[in-house]
């Protein structure tokens, strides 16, 4: 088939019918997306189902100007049709890819700038659970964070899809980890993810489990998805000059803090959002990616930790899923 017919032809992709549940992702025949400049057209193999996914259908987080309405933001799959300025030898190459939108689908555009070749060892459903994760630990714990070796991080959620990617990366990076999960069985998984410290957040206190384990001294970096009320007690897990990373607000957009606190122990609050980032940062973060993560994956050091696949129709089954929060890992959709 020609890219020419491949363009003119209609594909399966999973639609937000309305803001709401589950329920409101549905199946439908929509025209296969067409191709701009330094984009690549991906039929897709799998796709990663992210927590983005599920506030942008709870009609909380609109997709930037520009993008596809289509949820899913990290695919892997094989290039079919290549946009200007692209060079032809991408056709046939099998990638993983961060995504402006349209994840849920058969076919998908990508920047090639935030394309990755699909690591030797690693599943395609593997490999569409690494890019949104990875490109998010990076630029947080390491890019805004400024993570080095021997350094302590606080990871809130350590067995989400972002989580045991903390874990991994952190490990890998000479980090010591601890993270918070809400039973003691998840706990226990995350520190067979490799966390050296696994804290229970439904019946221990964090920060007094964090003074322990520190001797007093605190750590170095939190890796917040919590934000609300857990902001101030971040802050008192840090040491002087540490720095509180905000990555989501799952409890709450609004934190009261102690200024003071702050300025005494010259601590650095930052966070950010990987979707609005322009497409010169996010392609910065794939070679910085590509150059320092790419031979551990490829070594086979690091994979990512997988929870369940879905085939791409039951959408609905895999946010349910999430939504009841007993994974452990990555979600993805199966689309071949």
């Known amino acids: 088939m020609s890219v020419s017919e491949l363009l003119q032809k209609e ?3 999973v639609v937000i019918s309305e803001p709401g549940g589950p329920e409101v992702l549905k199946p439908e025949t929509v ?9 690549v057209l991906i039929r897709v193999a799998a796709a990663g189902v992210n927590r983005p996914d599920v506030v942008q259908r709870m009609g909380l987080y609109p997709a930037p100007p520009g993008a596809s ?5 990290e695919v892997s799959g094989t290039v079919v049709a290549l946009g200007d300025g692209v060079e032809p030898e991408w056709i046939g190459r099998k990638v993983c890819a961060l995504t402006n939108g349209g994840g849920y689908a058969e076919f998908c555009v990508a920047p090639a700038a935030q394309c990755l070749p699909v690591p030797e060892g ?4 593997e490999a569409a659970a690494l890019p949104e994760t990875l490109f998010t630990v990076w630029g947080n714990l390491f890019n805004r964070g400024f993570a080095r070796e021997d350094e ?3 990871v809130h959620g350590g067995t989400s899809g972002i989580g045991t990617m903390a874990i991994k990366l952190g490990k890998l990076f000479g980090l010591d980890v601890v993270v918070t999960c809400g039973s003691d069985q998840k706990c226990t998984a995350a520190k067979q993810i490799g966390a050296d410290h696994a804290i229970n957040y439904k019946t221990q206190d964090f920060v007094e489990e964090i003074n322990k384990i520190t001797d007093g001294k605190g750590v170095e970096i939190v890796l917040d998805m919590v934000a609300g009320d857990y902001v101030a007690r971040n802050l008192k897990c840090l040491k002087e000059d540490g720095r509180h990373v905000t990555i989501a607000v799952q409890g709450g957009v609004q934190a009261t803090i102690n200024m003071a606190h702050v300025m005494m122990k010259r601590l650095t609050l930052t966070g ?3 979707r609005p980032q322009s497409a010169e940062r996010k392609a910065l973060m794939a070679d910085e990616i590509y150059r320092y993560v790419w031979p551990d994956l490829e070594a086979g050091k690091l994979k990512p930790v997988m929870d369940e696949s879905f085939p791409l129709a039951d959408a609905a089954k895999a946010h349910a899923h999430m939504e009841a ?9 199966i689309v071949e």
């Not at 309405?69 to 933001?73: C, N, R, T, Y």
């Not at 690693?122 to 459903?125: E, F, I, K, V």
């Not at 929060?325 to 959709?333: A, M, N, Q, R």
């Open 69 to 73: 309405p289509l949820p899913g933001l």
């Open 31 to 39: 025209a296969v997306p067409q191709v701009g400049e330094g984009d």
């Open 325 to 333: 929060g007993d994974h452990i890992g990555k979600i993805v959709l």
């Open 122 to 125: 690693l599943t395609m459903a």
């Open 152 to 154: 302590t991080v606080l």
């Open 11 to 13: 594909m399966t992709a």
């Open 272 to 274: 950010s959002t990987l």
